[in-house]
Nanobody
Framework: VQLQAYGGGLVQAGDSLRLSCTAS????????MGWFRQAPEKEREFVAA????????SYVASVKGRFTISRDNAKNTVYLQMNSLKPEDTAVYYC??????????????????WGKGTLVTVSS
């Protein structure tokens, strides 16, 4: 599976942004999908994940209530709607696909495929 994330950019605090991740090569229906991010000089961290069918989601505490992950399997695409952005959300955002157990989707070591990141910069 080849993944390509896009939609990043420079926004102001409080703004919204929607990231998209489109897959090619294989359908994403078989995979849980996730978003991770890596801020400058920090380790990559889990942001959100969604189950294969889209019926379940998981978020890191710092984005709950502000970010929404969704997917359109027919379009082979997963989204991350980011609202009320904060400067601390500034990072390179990566999408990933995995066949791992749902209970471990927050671990980047368990991701099977990664897309190239897209940079999100939030100014104060």
């Amino acid at each position: 599976v080849q993944l390509q994330a896009y939609g990043g950019g420079l926004v102001q605090a409080g703004d919204s942004l929607r990231l998209s991740c489109t897959a090619s090569g294989r359908t994403i229906r078989s995979y849980h999908m996730g978003w991770f991010r890596q801020a400058p000089e920090k380790e990559r961290e889990f942001v959100a994940a969604i189950t294969r069918g889209g019926g379940g989601t998981s978020y890191v505490a710092s984005v709950k209530g502000r970010f929404t992950i969704s997917r359109d399997n027919a379009k082979n695409t997963v989204y991350l709607q980011m609202n009320s952005l904060k400067p601390e959300d500034t990072a390179v955002y990566y999408c990933a696909a995995t066949n791992t157990a749902w209970s471990t989707v927050d671990r980047d070591a368990n991701m099977d495929y990664w897309g190239k990141g897209t940079l999100v910069t939030v100014s104060s």
